[in-house]
């Protein structure tokens, strides 16, 4: 009966009943006397069965050879390694996957010998097999949705960097098993042929295979260098191949590019031989500190402190000239988060590395700087940005030559579409400020005086317009219903206001507009281009320079808080046209920034222009936007915090009584 019951669990669709059976499996076999005889009574007849109707029990006895390996005896490990070894090549991938750790279990207990005997021939000649496609192509329906004619790529080249290679990847993954279950005695089987498939797959078109190849390197590290073997021919080797890995186009291959990294460097015994290499890969693993994809860029900080510790600077001023040259030929990657990623790099330079040993590298640098500023991807753009504020403030002199067109770009961002470019620019302008004194000043303010008062000359609406001459869109449309569409707002007993949308004839705001697609297939489907490349750009509208400006006056409050503070009518002027859609974004941008700014100007001179902000204030509060509502009420319990309760109370009345209702839940 419990053979029966195993039997039935192994053999189950779910995989979580397999593991109970793996687990009922190992309690009977703990209770026989013969354990053995128990396993080979119930995973041998599924094993050597033919039947390829169902994948499932097969999968099963693999789990259990996985987790049983140091159960089996030697007289039946050869009987069960040899069935184990042909399930590499079944067409199931989920069962070539559990093949490989089920002969890494045995590897590990039994000897590597198994490894020797059984397996490599079975491996190697699927790798051999499968490392080239061919002929092969996607068929013409894949083609065309693929596209290619404006992404720099064929169509070929997309379905070949994307598509599975049959039992390559699950093959490597087995080799990376058996190696990682082996540790240093695998290293006698590391061999010429062995390096030559490994290296070939470094290089391969698919990024799985990528991925796999360096996880298999990580492992590899290990294994020789805790070994007696000679490593010269291998580290040189794989240095170069690191290099190419920590700078692949795919997040997940960089990160795996990371791994092998790591252990790489912490694998070798010799300080020396560490220096050598550190000196031959800082460029690439200094600009993973900051590149976009996350685990990637915290991995690379982990590993940059466990490797370099305190020594980071050092390290880089001894190597600033390879650096520097590797960050400038990043600035013009065809990827948008890499070209980021240097801006981000060479930001740092700047503020943290000794000046003179920069200096001499400065024109290159701000030219490539500038040059990104110029960039059609607005994240790219937004690093540059950050970065000449930082270089302005850092280099002066060298830098005044250049103003004129800095200046233009920056106030060029501060009216940007994006808000956090926006933001970045005006904190980039304070740097300016911070340089040059009141020259930069003025400058700035005369811009500023020109650009705040904008929103208040908003047309009306512009979503009708916008956004109709950009590139990788779709158009989307809803469909049609009876009822126009109603908001209706209720209060439940406790005065709790809720929001209940109907749904009806489509508005024209919102309905066949264009929109964007990320771009999922690559991160170089065209020269700057990428996975969430955000390049695109409409034309910048009023209200946005009025917002930016509102950045600026809070970046510039501390430093001249009186001419900030005449500002502020102008501030009250543009809170009052909302006649247009986007008007509750400048307000919630107002609501979040006038904290910052009252508090920098201070309490006597922020009064003096109080009274024309209540009414936009009681507006907000009653918005329905909760963004902005919540904005609204932040800045007003901020508010009667700076002034005392009771006189904005005193203030509200007298603006309007009627606000006093809006404002009693802050007030108390």
């Known amino acids: 009966m419990a053979e029966e019951e195993i039997n039935t669990l192994l053999s189950s669709h779910q995989r979580l009943s397999r593991s109970k059976g793996v687990d009922k499996l190992k309690d009977e076999a703990q209770r026989n006397a013969e354990p053995n005889s128990l396993i080979k009574s119930v995973i041998m007849p599924i094993i050597l069965s033919e039947d390829s109707k169902t994948w499932e029990p097969l999968h099963g006895a693999l789990m259990v050879v996985t987790a049983m390996a140091d159960v089996i005896e030697t007289g039946l490990v050869y009987d069960i390694i040899k069935p184990c070894a042909r399930a590499l090549e079944h067409t199931e991938s989920r069962i070539r996957l559990q093949a490989g750790q089920a002969l890494a279990s045995l590897c590990k207990v039994h000897g590597t010998t198994l490894y020797k005997d059984h397996c490599k021939d079975i491996i190697f000649a699927g790798i051999k097999t499968n490392l080239n496609r061919g002929k092969a192509e996607p068929d013409e329906n894949l083609k065309a949705k693929l596209g290619g004619t404006k992404t720099g790529?064929?169509?070929?080249?997309?379905?070949?960097?994307?598509?599975?290679?049959?039992?390559?990847?699950?093959?490597?993954?087995?080799?990376?098993?058996?190696?990682?279950?082996?540790?240093?005695?695998?290293?006698?089987?590391?061999?010429?042929?062995?390096?030559?498939?490994?290296?070939?797959?470094?290089?391969?078109?698919?990024?799985?295979?990528?991925?796999?190849?360096?996880?298999?390197?990580?492992?590899?590290?290990?294994?020789?260098?805790?070994?007696?073997?000679?490593?010269?021919?291998?580290?040189?080797?794989?240095?170069?191949?690191?290099?190419?890995?920590?700078?692949?186009?795919?997040?997940?291959?960089?990160?795996?590019?990371?791994?092998?990294?790591?252990?790489?460097?912490?694998?070798?015994?010799?300080?020396?031989?560490?220096?050598?290499?550190?000196?031959?890969?800082?460029?690439?693993?200094?600009?993973?500190?900051?590149?976009?994809?996350?685990?990637?860029?915290?991995?690379?900080q982990q590993t940059w402190m466990e490797?370099?510790?305190?020594?980071?600077?050092?390290?880089?001023?001894?190597?600033?000239?390879?650096?520097?040259?590797?960050?400038?030929?990043?600035?013009?990657?065809?990827?948008?988060?890499?070209?980021?990623?240097?801006?981000?790099?060479?930001?740092?330079?700047?503020?943290?590395?000794?000046?003179?040993?920069?200096?001499?590298?400065?024109?290159?640098?701000?030219?490539?700087?500038?040059?990104?500023?110029?960039?059609?991807?607005?994240?790219?753009?937004?690093?540059?940005?950050?970065?000449?504020?930082?270089?302005?403030?850092?280099?002066?002199?060298?830098?005044?030559?250049?103003?004129?067109?800095?200046?233009?770009?920056?106030?060029?961002?501060?009216?940007?579409?994006?808000?956090?470019?926006?933001?970045?620019?005006?904190?980039?302008?304070?740097?300016?400020?911070?340089?040059?004194?009141?020259?930069?000043?003025?400058?700035?303010?005369?811009?500023?005086?020109?650009?705040?008062?904008?929103?208040?000359?908003?047309?009306?609406?512009?979503?009708?317009?916008?956004?109709?001459?950009?590139?990788?869109?779709?158009?989307?449309?809803?469909?049609?219903?009876?009822?126009?569409?109603?908001?209706?707002?209720?209060?439940?007993?406790?005065?709790?206001?809720?929001?209940?949308?109907?749904?009806?004839?489509?508005?024209?705001?919102?309905?066949?507009?264009?929109?964007?697609?990320?771009?999922?297939?690559?991160?170089?489907?065209?020269?700057?281009?990428?996975?969430?490349?955000?390049?695109?750009?409409?034309?910048?509208?009023?209200?946005e320079s009025s917002d930016g400006c509102i950045y600026l006056m809070r970046e510039l409050a501390e430093k001249k808080p009186k001419r900030i503070c005449e500002m502020l009518p102008t501030v009250a002027d543009i809170c009052r046209n909302r006649a247009y859609p986007e008007h509750v974004y400048l307000l919630e941008t107002i609501w979040k920034q006038l904290s910052p700014i009252m508090m920098r100007i201070g309490k006597r001179d922020f009064k003096k222009h109080l009274q024309p902000l209540l009414e936009p204030l009681h507006y907000s509060l009653g918005c329905e936007r909760s963004l902005l509502r919540v904005a609204a009420e932040t800045y007003a319990s901020h508010l009667a915090q700076f002034l005392g309760p009771s006189i904005l109370r005193g203030r509200v009345e007298m603006e309007d009584t009627t606000f006093v209702d809006r404002f009693n839940h802050i007030l108390g």
């Open 153 to 300: 790529m064929t169509a070929e080249e997309i379905f070949h960097e994307s598509a599975g290679w049959k039992n390559l990847e699950t093959n490597f993954t087995a080799l990376l098993e058996i190696i990682r279950s082996c540790g240093t005695s695998f290293a006698v089987y590391v061999d010429d042929e062995l390096l030559d498939l490994l290296y070939n797959s470094l290089s391969h078109a698919n990024r799985f295979v990528r991925e796999t190849s360096f996880l298999v390197c990580a492992e590899l590290s290990e294994t020789i260098h805790g070994s007696e073997a000679d490593t010269v021919g291998f580290d040189e080797k794989m240095l170069t191949n690191l290099q190419m890995g920590l700078a692949d186009n795919w997040s997940q291959v960089r990160m795996a590019a990371s791994v092998a990294t790591r252990k790489f460097l912490k694998s070798t015994a010799s300080s020396e031989k560490t220096k050598h290499f550190l000196s031959q890969l800082v460029p690439w693993m200094a600009l993973n500190r900051y590149y976009v994809a996350e685990g990637v860029r915290l991995y690379s």
């Open 307 to 543: 490797i370099v510790g305190s020594d980071g600077k050092q390290l880089v001023e001894q190597n600033i000239k390879a650096i520097i040259d590797y960050y400038i030929l990043q600035s013009d990657a065809a990827n948008h988060a890499v070209r980021e990623a240097a801006c981000a790099c060479i930001a740092e330079l700047g503020a943290k590395v000794n000046k003179d040993v920069v200096r001499e590298h400065f024109p290159l640098l701000l030219e490539a700087l500038i040059a990104c500023f110029q960039d059609d991807s607005w994240p790219v753009r937004d690093a540059a940005c950050i970065a000449c504020g930082r270089f302005v403030k850092c280099f002066p002199d060298e830098c005044r030559d250049s103003m004129e067109e800095l200046y233009t770009l920056f106030f060029f961002h501060v009216g940007d579409n994006i808000w956090s470019v926006r933001e970045n620019a005006a904190i980039a302008l304070r740097s300016v400020v911070e340089a040059y004194g009141d020259v930069a000043f003025r400058k700035v303010e005369t811009w500023m005086l020109e650009n705040l008062p904008k929103a208040s000359k908003q047309p009306a609406s512009q979503a009708l317009r916008l956004n109709t001459n950009l590139e990788n869109t779709t158009t989307f449309g809803v469909a049609d219903t009876k009822k126009p569409t109603k908001v209706v707002q209720e209060f439940n007993e406790g005065g709790v206001r809720r929001i209940r949308y109907q749904f009806g004839d489509e508005d024209p705001m919102h309905s066949n507009q264009q929109v964007f697609s990320c771009g999922s297939l690559a991160p170089k489907l065209k020269r700057k281009g990428g996975c969430m490349d955000c390049g695109f750009h409409r034309p910048q509208e009023p209200w």
